[in-house]
């Protein structure tokens, strides 16, 4: 099976990249998921990441993987040169383009996904089924609202640790004895000025989320809202991996899942 292939195989199991394009069309958003690096070779085996990082591509080539399926961008914007000096944006790429090594990226497709990342971070979170999504899509779409059991914010927070394996998760209560209910969660980095619309709107009294900023911290705290911030990669890297266990069986050819443990 060519990279090619793979793709179509990704996107026929999983989520096809129209899905991220019909999100960036719908929603204003961008985007560069789908076949980074062609080689043309047979794919021998593959590597799930969720970054195309020095370690991830040290482990691809360590397991003899020859592609390596990442869910952010290897290439995001426009690039001018490949450059193999250490500590360039675009060393990890020339390498693998050196090494013969594929690459597909899977952003927002996987996402968005009806089973996809920001589904499993509903999940996580003891989520069952949303209530609501802030961004739906012809099918799946992004931002959830939910309920989850009753439980003190204290409580809620150390399950939300202990389900990411994450201790640098950040929490913010807004209120003395604060209590979680219901629910708004954004996969990555989705906290913006819509998303708090949407959990005020809908009556959440937690927001989780990613890199948020101190002037969104401070205006879902003023709305009532309970805030957590896992870090960018235990929020994602969590569905990832339930993507890769759902999948890895039925791959055409040997698969294997790395998992940067410095960046939880």
């Known amino acids: 099976m060519k990279p090619v292939e793979a ?3 990704l996107e026929q199991n999983i989520a096809p990249v129209a899905l991220s394009d019909e999100f960036c069309k719908k929603y204003g958003g961008y985007d560069n998921s789908g076949l980074i690096v062609d080689c043309g070779t047979e794919v021998a085996g593959a590597l799930f990441c969720l970054d195309l990082t020095p370690s991830a591509l040290e482990e691809a080539v360590r397991r003899g993987c020859n592609l390596i399926i990442t869910h952010h961008p290897a290439i995001f914007a426009g690039v001018k040169h490949l450059s193999l ?17 594929s690459v597909i990226s899977m952003h927002l497709n996987f996402d968005a996904a009806p089973c996809g990342i920001d589904h499993h971070l509903m999940l996580g979170l003891g989520g069952k089924k949303e209530l609501a999504l802030m961004c739906p899509l012809s099918t799946g779409g992004y931002g959830r609202l939910f309920n989850v059991r009753p439980r003190s914010f204290e409580d809620f927070c150390k399950h939300v640790q202990t389900e990411f394996q994450s201790t640098r998760c950040r929490f913010y209560a ?10 708004v969660s954004c996969c990555g980095a989705g ?24 002037h969104h911290i401070t205006a879902l705290l003023a ?10 990669y235990s929020s994602e890297i969590y569905g990832l991996g ?7 069986a039925d791959m055409p050819f040997p698969v294997s899942f790395y998992k940067q443990v410095n960046l939880l």
Not at 85 to 101: P, Q
Not at 195 to 212: E, K, L, M, Y
């Open 7 to 9: 793709l179509a195989f």
């Open 85 to 101: 000096a250490a500590g360039s944006a675009t060393a990890c790429v020339a390498e693998c383009v050196r090494r013969g090594i």
């Open 174 to 183: 807004a209120r003395e004895h604060a209590r979680v209910n219901t629910v």
């Open 191 to 214: 906290c913006d000025d819509e998303s708090i619309n949407f959990a005020t709107g809908a009556g959440a009294d937690t927001f989780v989320s990613a890199d948020i900023k101190h």
């Open 223 to 232: 709305a009532g809202i309970n805030v957590v911030e896992p870090t960018h």
């Open 242 to 248: 339930r993507i890769y266990a759902a999948i890895n």
